[in-house]
């Protein structure tokens, strides 16, 4: 079965720092799409990034990069510059096949962070 | 911009009543999705649909179900409320399985 797993579950970083947030995911798919998002304190949860499982360049949106290792199985995201408006919480997602070939997603537990003036 | 509206972002309701929540997208998406949410496990899914009026249990349907009538409409429905459905409920939907899941504001629904 897959699985999404974010062992941290809460991290701070000091604004106009860089932070690394992990994600590890297992699956015996060759093929398949990996997400972060971000859900700010009472507001609507929004996509950061995405990256195909196809592509070997790691997918980059402005100060939001991810470091896709697909052999280890690893997916982590790296903000950069952090801003106040960072602090949120991240869930890691896994773009699954089910066996009557439609998609579902399946999220990490998420990963707060709290950025520091 | 898709929109995804939720029809309430607090509700509370006692237990045995039957729930109803609802949510709406206006982009014409194929997908839609019951998520929800609780501190430490993340996001589980309830129910999704591809399609009106088809559907497919998620990891943790027991004592929901769900309608979709109308494309644009997914409705959750919590046939008896018993307090561990105090939760926060996500509707997401997508326009296939590949585009990435737009999401609702949420509601915080509590059970007494």
């Known amino acids: 079965a897959q699985t999404v797993t974010q062992s941290q579950p809460e991290m701070s970083v000091q604004e106009a720092e860089t932070v690394t947030l992990s994600c590890t995911y297992d699956?015996?798919?060759?093929?398949?799409?990996l997400f972060w998002y971000k859900q700010p304190p009472s507001r609507q949860m929004i996509l950061v990034i995405r990256q195909e499982a196809y592509k070997q360049q790691n997918a980059t949106e402005n100060r939001f990069s991810v470091n896709f290792q697909k052999a280890a199985k690893s997916f982590s995201l790296k903000i950069s510059d952090s801003q106040l408006g960072d602090a949120a919480m991240y869930f890691c997602?896994?773009?699954?096949?089910?066996?009557?070939?439609?998609?579902?997603?399946?999220f990490g537990t998420g990963t707060r962070l709290k950025v520091l003036a | 911009d898709v929109k995804v509206t939720q029809s309430s972002r607090y509700l509370v309701k006692r237990t045995g009543e039957k729930v109803f929540l609802e949510c709406v997208q206006d982009m014409d998406h194929e997908n839609m999705f019951w998520y929800r949410q609780d501190p430490g496990l993340g996001l589980r899914l309830i129910y999704f649909?591809?399609?009106?009026?088809?559907?497919e249990k998620g990891d943790i349907p027991e004592g929901y179900s769900v309608s979709r009538e109308k494309k644009e409409r997914f409705s959750l429905i919590l046939e008896s409320a018993s307090t561990n459905q105090t939760s926060m409920y996500l509707c997401?939907?997508?326009?296939?399985?590949?585009?990435?899941?737009?999401f609702g504001d949420g509601t915080r629904l509590s059970i007494l």
């Open positions: 997602a896994y773009r699954a096949r089910r066996r009557t070939g439609t998609y579902k997603y399946i």
């Open positions: 699956t015996s798919e060759s093929d398949y799409y």
């Open positions: 997401a939907s997508s326009f296939d399985g590949i585009q990435p899941q737009h």
């Open positions: 649909s591809y399609d009106v009026k088809m559907k």
